[in-house]
């Protein structure tokens, strides 16, 4: 793979995922692929990661911090004991 073909490859990751952190996480795992068959002898130039671009996150950190706050998932499970909790009241 070329350096052309890994921007293309990581381009096409970044449309699907939303966090730079996990196409910079696909791309280290076929990294580790290409120094394998590097080292097995296959001709597979090196690109380094400073070449590629990645994409940007498509939400901010704080934008799925304030949806995870926001939700209307209960504060805990009830469950026997805690049914009788002052902290879990709000959940009955």
Same mark, same amino acid.
């Given at each position: 793979?070329?350096?052309?073909?890994?921007?293309?490859?990581?381009?096409?990751?970044?449309?699907?995922?939303?966090?730079?952190?996990?196409?910079?996480?696909?791309?280290?795992?076929?990294?580790?692929? !290409?120094?394998?068959?590097?080292?097995?002898?296959?001709? /597979? %130039?090196?690109?380094?990661?400073?070449?590629?671009?990645?994409? =940007? $996150?498509?939400?901010?950190?704080?934008?799925?911090?304030? !949806?995870?706050?926001?939700?209307?998932?209960?504060?805990? /499970? %009830?469950?026997?004991?805690?049914?009788?909790?002052?902290?879990? =009241? $709000?959940?009955?």
């Amino acid at each position: 793979m070329n350096l052309s073909q890994l921007q293309s490859f990581v381009t096409t990751v970044g449309r699907r995922v939303d966090r730079r952190k996990t196409a910079e996480n696909i791309y280290g795992t076929l990294g580790s692929i !290409l120094n394998l068959g590097r080292k097995w002898g296959y001709a /597979i %130039p090196n690109v380094e990661k400073k070449d590629i671009v990645f994409p =940007a $996150d498509k939400r901010s950190f704080s934008s799925t911090l304030t !949806l995870l706050r926001e939700s209307s998932m209960p504060r805990c /499970i %009830p469950t026997n004991s805690c049914s009788s909790s002052p902290r879990c =009241a $709000d959940s009955a």
